[in-house]
């Protein structure tokens, strides 16, 4: 399959890539990783007049912790996301992300980007409520999470944006879980749950629950937190809160399983997201 005919330039630093995605229009986009528009390129899904490729802009990669936060360039890939322990839950997520050639080459300022609510960590970062920077022409602003996913691959960030900074949480004291379930281990998620808890003395003091893949965009399973908040961290609670999860959610039918079926897998994954999370 081969792509529509296309320009391509490389940008040489956040401030050329703006100027370049100015100057080429409504038409051009950016190439991070690739993984997500080169295929739709490949089948006309997608056809950017103008290609700015920003992977040689050293500043957009890497880790930087604070006292109580982490703030990951955009263009940190996910092998180098997996290999960050003191990351928790993103750490633990970015290691089940497809394969590991598509971990060497996909970063996360991409993938959340894209805003595909199939993807690992759209629902991640909801949950742990964390926020991406991003330059346009009119200077710097923040979007919190809550804010940055509007709808089926649409998310708030412009068209002559760049994200340049994910900022999350350091949240001492949590614990966490991922679970997600697909046909095959190289898939997107038929539905993914992520679970961050945090306890005192066996009582949930706080739960923050991410669900993927059951709605147009990411959701919290805020039904399920309720339940669970301010009451004993034990299996009973935890399948009481568990069987609450998919209230609220619309997933839709797709190849390989009914809504039903995917409101089934989210209160099955997130009893075991919970139980892990419970337990670290």
Known sequence: MIPAEFDYTVAESVDDAIRLLAEG?????LLAGGHSLLPLMKLRFAAPSLLVD????????GVQTGD??????ALTRHADLQERDDLGLIAAVAKQIADQQVRNRGTIGGSLVNGDSAADLPAVLLALEGSVVVRG???EREIAAADLFQGYLSTAVAPGEVLTEVRIPALAGYGFGYEKFNRRSEDWAMVGVCALVKSVDGVCEDVRIGLTHMASTPLR?????DALRA??????HIAAAAALAAEGTSPLADLNATPDY????ARVLTKRALTTASAA
Request: proline share 3%; net charge negative; glycine share 10%.
């Open 25 to 29: 229009g409504e038409d051009a986009k």
């Open 54 to 61: 920003i992977g040689r802009i050293s500043e957009l990669r």
């Open 68 to 73: 109580d936060s982490f703030r990951i360039g």
């Open 137 to 139: 022409a009119d200077g």
């Open 221 to 225: 399973a805020t039904a399920a937190e």
């Open 231 to 236: 009451q004993p961290l034990d299996e009973e």
């Open 262 to 265: 995917k409101r089934h897998l």
